[in-house]
């Protein structure tokens, strides 16, 4: 995985089928677009949508509205 063109590549653990989970080194709010490789192949594209702590806390979810 390749996020807002950064050189250095994520490396995707599978979680199942589906799903994998990267780590990355974003420290910053805001949209990022992500590139997907199988090898060298371009598989897909993502756009991130990366939330402050702030906005996690303040956005109103499912589970938030259970208590």
Do not use: W
């Not at 590549?9 to 910053?28: C, G, L, Q, S, V």
């Not at 677009?33 to 598989?43: C, G, P, T």
């Not at 702590?53 to 208590?67: I, L, V, Y």
């Amino acid at each position: 995985v390749v996020i807002k063109g950064i050189s250095t590549p994520f490396i995707a653990e599978k979680i199942d089928k589906n799903h994998y989970h990267i780590k990355t080194e974003i420290k910053r709010p805001g949209k990022y677009l992500a590139d997907v490789f199988d090898s060298d192949n371009l598989i897909g594209k993502n756009n991130i949508d990366v939330l402050s702590e702030t906005q996690k806390k303040s956005s109103n979810d499912d589970f938030d509205s259970m208590f």
